[in-house]
């Protein structure tokens, strides 16, 4: 229930049953649209706690801010693409073109983030893509030039370059 999510999200971490409660929380609230429900997932999202358990429950509160629409939550979910987790800053990425945010500060952000190849570039291509950041389309080229590439982000940049400019 939401009652019993968002209880457990209100609980110490060391005095949970299981880690993955903080994650199973996160999950079930995005079926609860609302004020207190955004709260604690933004809550969840705006979390400094490096512990894993909260690190894999931020990914699903990201993802479910962006279900329920939250555009509140946009400033929180652009923040998380400085996290060192790969995997937040996939999901930061991905609930941004989600909630169609055409921040171009946070745009620079997830293109500047395509020159670190611990990041999904494939999944951020694409999101510079469903903006419709034609400014980065000169950077989304230049993976059309390079030399063993995986194919799936070879395939986000040529329909990037498809989409944006219609070559």
Do not use: M
Request: proline fraction near 4%; include cysteine; hydrophobic fraction near 40%.
């Amino acid at each position: 229930s939401q009652e019993k999510a968002l209880e457990i999200l209100g609980t110490p971490s060391d005095e949970l049953y299981l880690a993955r409660d903080y994650y199973k929380a996160a999950f079930h609230l995005s079926k609860y649209p609302g004020r207190e429900t955004e709260e604690a997932l933004l809550s969840l999202v705006n979390s400094e706690s490096k512990e894993q358990s909260v690190l894999l429950a931020k990914r699903k509160a990201i993802e479910g801010l962006a279900i329920l629409r939250c555009i509140r939550a946009i400033p929180s979910i652009g923040n998380c693409l400085g996290s060192d987790d790969p995997y937040i800053v996939e999901n930061a990425a991905w609930a941004l073109q989600k909630l169609e945010c055409k921040n171009i500060e946070f745009i620079k952000k997830i293109s500047s983030l395509l020159d670190d190849p611990k990041q999904n570039r494939r999944v951020l291509i694409q999101t510079l893509s469903r903006l419709e950041a034609v400014s980065e389309l000169p950077k989304i080229k230049l993976f059309l030039v390079k030399d063993s590439l995986p194919s799936h982000v070879l395939g986000a940049a040529i329909a990037s370059v498809v989409r944006l400019s219609g070559e």
